[in-house]
């Protein structure tokens, strides 16, 4: 297979944004339609190849195929290439980002009809595409590193879309900050790899680390500084705050980038360096306890948002902390022996990589129905819904599918992926073990909550309620499709671990704890606001100081930019460097200026202007040159 | 003791003295002017003792030299001192001090 | 011999003593005819150099000329309460005075002159005659330029002072 096919798989997307950007904008104002054409011909295209991509490597043994390194930049010692990584990995990677993409750009013509920033829109998408598939290929740290700045940059620029409403500027700015943060550790620990290795190859970097040569003290620094990138990108806790802002952005956007692709880069990331994080236990197990401990914090929080949007956003941050929990238990599985090597590597990534897959596919889901009720309803607070499944029986019940997959529930996709990650954490770490299985039961009830909040009762709002046109809905559909069977198309096997049988996983004791405890979340959530057994308002009210807690998110963001941003750094730091500025640099700076000034009156009063002083001075020169001649010679 | 070169050339460099102390010290223009000439007589008396005593008659011719610019330069310096006396009313070398800063 | 030296040492005296009263004087009249006395006196010192000729051009020129146009400007430039005061600069010139003195005594002194001690026999105007105008070895083109030097001069000189 020609690696020109999967530069192409790279580079059409990009093309698109090029052509967009600098054809389209300028010269065809008038016709955006053609912008949404060039990019569904480019993203098909590679969504096309991106499948041929795929038979490939299941063809192959060992389901990789080797690509060539073309060289970019020599500096001396220091070679750095561009080339691909296509295995396994990738191609479900690719899948994942091409069929969301896809999918989201159809959405999109829909959803955003009419809006001015249509054309510049399809241009960021193009680019954040573009940007997404390169990381996922990437086959050196460098030139991951490259496009996972440029999804972070799309990711603002999609973010602030709407940049005249302040909120969307800021939020934009709060993710590119926040992301800001891993990004440091992530290029400090490509640097320190560098550093001590002298090589940026992903390959070489794992088999140095399999072997034992890169290890110690470097190989736990370098492996936190990769994971704090991925805590950045995929918002694990203490880096999550910026994911719910990044709601204001347009729901398509959210469904693309803060939902199944981008916010999946961190994952992927680990998964790629898997067995450089599997040879260090400290490593390893900083990744596990942060995933388990992310995704029981975001789903405490999901329970009382108003906003539809917001839900998701920490039910997406909760499910990345699980795929984050697969990788981590059974990397720590493997650093301590209890699996071998081999076995472990395969089996880790298959187990956080399989929820990625079927976590992008419901989730863009979720979030692209919750585009479409306020593309009915105008807003998204949930307190102005209600009753809506009459109105919008095809979103009601996209919504729910994709909600009983999120929720775990046999035999949908998300319960074969998510029974993966618990019956890893149960046999290697019982604690993080029990904070999962809460959690089942935490997305159970926050996401029945929203739908019954949402379709059921009475509408509550103003609005003139229609279902959403079918360009919208057939996106939605086409995912409703994959949520249901994407557990059962066999994509375990493809990453090489073996997978339960259709109704084989009933027997299993922890799969009926599981739907139990999913079962019971959304019984409780029929029963407060279905059919209103217990009333809310009271709940909150007997439980007001929990409720304050979580509905202030923890007040981290006040901890954050308050006190942290505000007075520690700029008042306190910020302003110390700017005293230390004005008073000491520019000091100097005038200093000189001052003290060549008096120097200069100083000097000038030998200007007298009187000839007898100077023709003094004449003599006194004439007396010195004769008394230096004497003496010298 | 008989008088040899030197003591010419140590009279010389005597009235070359008091020549420069009047050059520098004393603030009426025409004194200056005075000193100056002195200075020039000096170094006229040099310059014929050097003749004198290995005679090469070119030093006397010098001195020829020396006397006629002298003169040149004495005429032309009064010229001038009487000239800035009409317009300033002056000749206080401690006021001509254009040049101040 | 005898004559000689005692001739040098009156007139050395003599003309150190008139230039000391020309810059120490306060009245500048006096000053002046100091001046010319002190000019006489060195005229005589040329004599005991054996320079005829310069010493007759050193009254001409000196005492004659230059000397009354000294007196002449100071007739014209009288400021009647000043005087010749002494300016700021008296000590740092007195100093400097005497270092530069101290100096060329040094020099004269540990300099080993090459001298030859008889005295010169023909009277100088030949000479110098022949030294300024003879073709090859001559001062021809000096002489002509000190002509023109003194046309200049004496055209600036007429230029600054005359009435507008």
């Known amino acids: 297979m020609p690696s020109g096919v999967i530069f192409a798989i790279i580079l059409l997307p990009l093309f698109s944004f090029l052509i967009i950007s600098f054809i389209f904008r300028p010269f065809f104002n008038h016709r955006p339609q053609l912008s949404w054409y060039t990019t569904i011909g480019a993203i098909g295209t590679s969504l096309a190849l991106s499948i041929w991509t795929f038979i490939e490597v299941s063809a192959q043994e060992g389901h990789v195929l080797a690509m060539p390194d073309y060289e970019w930049l020599a500096i001396g010692d220091t070679v750095i290439n561009i080339g691909v990584t296509v295995d396994a990995l990738a191609a479900v990677m690719l899948i994942v980002v091409t069929v969301v993409s896809l999918m989201v750009q159809f959405y999109s013509r829909g959803y955003m009809h009419g809006d001015g920033g249509y054309i510049r829109y399809f241009a960021f998408m193009s680019l954040f595409t573009a940007s997404m598939l390169g990381l996922v290929l990437a086959d050196n740290l460098i030139f991951l590193f490259l496009f996972w700045e440029g999804v972070g940059l799309c990711s603002y620029l999609l973010i602030g879309f709407w940049f005249h409403k302040p909120e969307a500027a800021r939020a934009a700015m709060k993710a590119f900050v926040v992301t800001r943060l891993g990004d440091f550790g992530f290029l400090v620990a490509i640097l320190l790899l560098y550093a001590k290795t002298g090589t940026f190859d992903i390959g070489e970097l794992q088999h140095l680390a399999l072997a034992g040569t890169l290890g110690g003290a470097v190989l736990t620094w370098a492996a936190i500084g990769v994971f704090s990138g991925a805590m950045g990108k995929s918002a694990q806790f203490p880096l999550h705050t910026w994911l719910p802002d990044a709601m204001e952005g347009p729901t398509p956007v959210s469904a693309l980038i803060h939902a199944a692709t981008m916010v999946a880069a961190g994952v992927y990331l680990v998964a790629r360096m898997f067995p450089v994080f599997a040879s260090d236990a400290t490593a390893i197990t900083t990744v596990a306890v942060i995933g388990g401990f992310t995704a029981i914090f975001a789903a405490t929080m999901g329970l009382v948002m108003n906003d539809i949007k917001r839900v998701l956003a920490y039910s997406t941050i909760s499910q990345l902390g699980y795929m984050m929990l697969g990788l981590g238990v059974v990397g720590m599985a493997v650093a301590s022996g209890t699996i071998s090597t081999e076995h472990g590597l395969t089996l880790g990534v298959a187990v956080g990589i399989f929820h990625l897959f079927t976590h992008a596919f419901f989730k863009a889901l979720l979030f692209l129905g919750a585009g479409s009720v306020s593309h009915a309803t105008g807003t998204f607070d949930m307190r102005m819904m209600g009753g809506l499944r009459k109105a919008m029986p095809w979103t009601y019940l996209m919504f729910l599918i994709a909600s009983l997959s999120l929720a775990g529930i046999w035999p949908l996709a998300g319960f074969w992926s998510k029974e993966g990650i618990l019956a890893q954490a149960q046999d290697t770490a019982p604690i993080l073990f029990y904070l999962a299985i809460i959690t089942v039961f935490m997305t159970a009830f926050y996401m029945f909550r929203v739908i019954f909040l949402t379709f059921c009762g009475e509408y509550r709002g103003k609005a003139h309620l229609h279902e959403s046109p079918l360009v919208m809905l057939l996106p939605m559909g086409i995912l409703t499709i994959l949520a249901v069977i994407a557990g059962l198309i066999g994509v375990n096997e493809f990453l090489g671990e073996h997978s339960y049988g259709f109704f084989e996983a009933l027997t299993h004791p922890l799969a009926w704890a599981s739907l139990c405890l999913a079962g019971a979340g959304i019984f409780l959530a029929y029963a407060i606001y279905g059919a209103k057994w217990l009333s809310a308002a009271s709940l909150r009210q007997r439980f007001a100081p929990i409720y304050t807690l979580l509905s202030r998110k923890y007040w981290l963001d006040e901890l954050y930019e308050n006190l942290f941003l505000m007075r520690l750094m700029i008042n306190g730091i910020f302003g110390l460097f700017h005293w230390v500025d004005g008073h000491i640099v520019d000091g100097a700076v005038n200093g000189i200026a001052t003290v060549t000034v008096m120097g200069g009156s100083l000097i000038r009063r030998l200007e007298t202007g009187q000839l007898q002083a100077y023709g003094l001075a004449i003599f006194i020169g004439i007396i010195a040159i004769v008394a230096f001649l004497l003496i010298f010679s | 003791m008989s008088v040899g070169l030197e003591h010419f050339l140590i009279l010389s460099a005597v009235l070359f003295a008091i020549g420069l102390y009047g050059v520098l010290a004393k603030r009426n223009a025409v004194v200056i002017l005075m000193s100056i000439e002195i200075m020039l007589t000096a170094v006229n008396i040099a310059m014929v003792a050097f003749s004198r005593y290995s005679h090469i008659i070119s030093g006397q011719v010098f001195v020829i030299f020396i006397m006629v610019v002298a003169a040149a330069e004495a005429a032309v310096g009064l010229a001038l001192i009487i000239a800035i006396y009409r317009s300033r009313k002056t000749v206080d070398a401690e006021k001509f001090d254009l040049m101040k800063w | ?164």
Do not use: N
């Open chain 3, 1 to 164: 011999m005898m004559g000689l030296d005692i001739a040098f040492w009156v007139l050395a005296v003599v003309s150190v003593g008139a230039a000391l009263a020309v810059v120490l004087m306060r009245d500048i009249f006096r000053a002046a005819l100091f001046l010319m006395l002190c000019f006489l006196t060195v005229a005589g010192i040329y004599i005991t150099l054996s320079a005829d000729f310069l010493a007759g051009a050193q009254v001409l020129i000196y005492v004659g000329a230059i000397g009354v146009l000294i007196i002449f400007a100071i007739m014209l430039t009288r400021e009647s309460r000043r005087g010749s005061p002494s300016g700021r600069l008296r000590l740092p010139a007195l100093f400097i005075g005497l270092l530069f003195l101290v100096t060329m005594v040094f020099v004269v002194v540990s300099t080993d002159w090459h001298v030859i001690a008889e005295l010169p026999t023909e009277p100088t105007t030949t000479a110098i005659a022949q030294a300024l105008f003879s073709g090859e070895d001559g001062f021809v083109l000096a002489f002509e330029i000190a002509a023109a030097l003194l046309l200049a001069a004496i055209i600036g000189a007429i230029v600054l002072v005359r009435e507008k």
